[in-house]
């Protein structure tokens, strides 16, 4: 089977994990890196052992070896890369946030469509199968309807005010912050699980740490590097939020976020009650799946291939008992996404449960909506989702 060719642009944190995921399916060849700098391309190609760096984006997306473009820049990139990879016909498969706000999402959703490419969104939760299982169990009418959606996304590692990077900046991270950051993947969770739309979103909006400390570089996320003589920068973007929410079917929700909260990791929960049945997904336990009854006893269904449906399998990797992860997930999505590079990117081979452009410039509307609804003084706010044109 000819390899196909992989380039990835913006060597940090989870590009590590775009690599891994990337390798282990096979069938794909890691041809390049571009970082900010040639030196900087050059440390991580070598610490990855891939054997092209480039220090120019644009130089990796002309390179004829490539014909899938990753996309882990920090947000304020999310956009010019993209379109320069779409402009030169490569499928891509760009981290979330697609954008740093709904009218870049909405360009780069039709660009999308416009070059006839693959065109992906790393919504990574959708890999873990038990969130498939859910997802089949709701469609198939199992719960019956869904009356309420809810759960949070709570993490720690910027409850030391000195974690400053790109993420703070609004310039580079976007005006905001745990929504754009972690909300976003709550909404999507919420949104494919459930099968249903959020029409209304009422939002309030705290900075619990309104200033933090910069060692002046430009850190990568998650480090707290940096020497003594730190500078002050005020932060306007949220670290705390909850959200009201209304489905298009009249189903309520809630969800809180927030990345300054002692003792949670990365704390995602996700809850949908029906008629029949409630189902909770949390993602530090995600090897079982919590089902509801009102009048027979509750029960856990353990991830394994025995007890999931059929449509899950794809998804699963072991046996029951022995865990399955984060990273394993992370692989599910990626094999679902060069499933769709190999055709070609057409619209009707797209595997179900992957996230594309559309879903990301929704993404984009959804936080929108909310930063709207918060500064009109936590007043309920409908999503504006313009539909694409083809
Ligand atoms: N799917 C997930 O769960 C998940 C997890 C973490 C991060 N992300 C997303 O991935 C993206 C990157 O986040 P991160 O945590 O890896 O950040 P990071 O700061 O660790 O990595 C970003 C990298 O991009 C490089 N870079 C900066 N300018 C560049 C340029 N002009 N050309 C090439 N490279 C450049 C930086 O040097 C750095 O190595 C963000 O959009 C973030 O939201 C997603």
């Known amino acids: 089977?000819?390899?196909?060719?992989?380039?990835?642009i913006g060597p940090g944190f989870v590009a590590a994990h775009h690599i891994d995921a990337v390798r282990r399916l096979g069938d794909v060849d890691i041809v390049a890196v571009a970082g900010s700098s040639q030196a900087s391309a050059e440390k991580k190609a070598h610490e990855y052992k891939i054997d092209r760096s480039y220090g120019d984006y644009k130089a990796l997306i002309a390179d004829p070896d490539i014909q899938v473009i990753h996309n882990t820049t920090p947000n304020h990139l999310h956009l010019p890369v993209t379109m320069a990879a779409l402009a030169a016909g490569k499928h891509v498969i760009s981290d979330k946030p697609l954008a740093l706000n709904?009218?870049?999402?909405?360009?780069?959703?039709d660009a999308a469509i416009a070059a006839k490419v693959a065109h992906v969104v790393t919504f990574n939760y959708r890999g873990n199968p038990l969130v498939q299982q859910a997802r089949g169990m709701i469609a198939r009418g199992e719960t019956g309807d869904l009356s309420f959606v809810h759960g949070y996304y709570l993490q720690d590692w910027m409850t030391d005010p000195n974690v400053y990077s790109w993420r703070s900046d609004p310039a580079k991270g976007g005006t905001t912050s745990a929504l754009g950051d972690i909300g976003s993947h709550w909404c999507d969770l919420a949104e494919h699980v459930s099968g249903l739309k959020i029409a209304?979103?009422?939002?309030?909006l705290t900075?619990?740490?309104?200033?933090?400390?910069?060692?002046?570089?430009?850190?990568?996320?998650?480090?707290?590097?940096?020497?003594?003589?730190?500078?002050?920068?005020?932060?306007?973007?949220?670290?705390?939020?909850?959200?009201?929410?209304?489905?298009?079917?009249?189903?309520?929700?809630?969800?809180?976020?927030?990345?300054?909260?002692?003792?949670?990791?990365?704390d995602l929960q996700l809850e949908v009650n029906g008629r029949t049945l409630s189902l909770k997904w949390r993602q530090e336990e995600q090897n079982e799946?919590?089902?509801?009854?009102?009048?027979?006893?509750?029960?856990?269904?353990?991830?394994?291939?025995?007890?999931?449906?059929?449509?899950?399998?794809?998804?699963?990797?072991?046996?029951?008992?022995?865990?399955?992860?984060?990273?394993?997930?992370?692989?599910?999505?990626?094999?679902?996404?060069?499933?769709?590079v190999r055709e070609g990117g057409k619209p009707e081979a797209r595997p179900a449960a992957l996230a594309t452009?559309?879903?990301?410039?929704?993404?984009?509307?959804?936080?929108?909506?909310?930063?709207k609804s918060h500064a009109a003084g936590g007043a309920w706010q409908n999503v504006q989702h313009s539909p694409s044109n083809s």
């Not at 089977?1 to 990835?8: D, E, F, N, S």
């Not at 709904?102 to 959703?109: F, I, K, M, S, Y």
């Not at 452009?357 to 930063?371: I, N, P």
Request: include cysteine; glycine fraction near 10%; aromatic fraction near 8%.
């Open 1 to 8: 089977m000819k390899k196909i060719g992989m380039g990835l």
């Open 102 to 109: 709904a009218n870049e999402g909405r360009q780069l959703r």
């Open 200 to 204: 209304y979103v009422l939002a309030d």
């Open 207 to 266: 900075t619990v740490i309104p200033v933090r400390y910069s060692s002046g570089t430009s850190a990568e996320a998650f480090s707290t590097k940096g020497g003594s003589d730190r500078q002050p920068v005020e932060v306007h973007a949220e670290d705390l939020a909850s959200v009201l929410l209304r489905f298009e079917n009249g189903a309520k929700g809630s969800f809180s976020v927030g990345q300054v909260l002692p003792g949670h990791k990365n």
């Open 289 to 340: 799946l919590w089902i509801g009854r009102h009048n027979q006893p509750n029960s856990i269904m353990a991830k394994d291939p025995s007890l999931v449906s059929k449509d899950v399998l794809p998804y699963v990797h072991l046996p029951g008992g022995h865990q399955e992860s984060w990273a394993d997930a992370f692989r599910n999505i990626m094999s679902d996404a060069y499933q769709w």
């Open 357 to 371: 452009f559309e879903d990301g410039y929704r993404s984009t509307c959804l936080v929108e909506a909310m930063l």
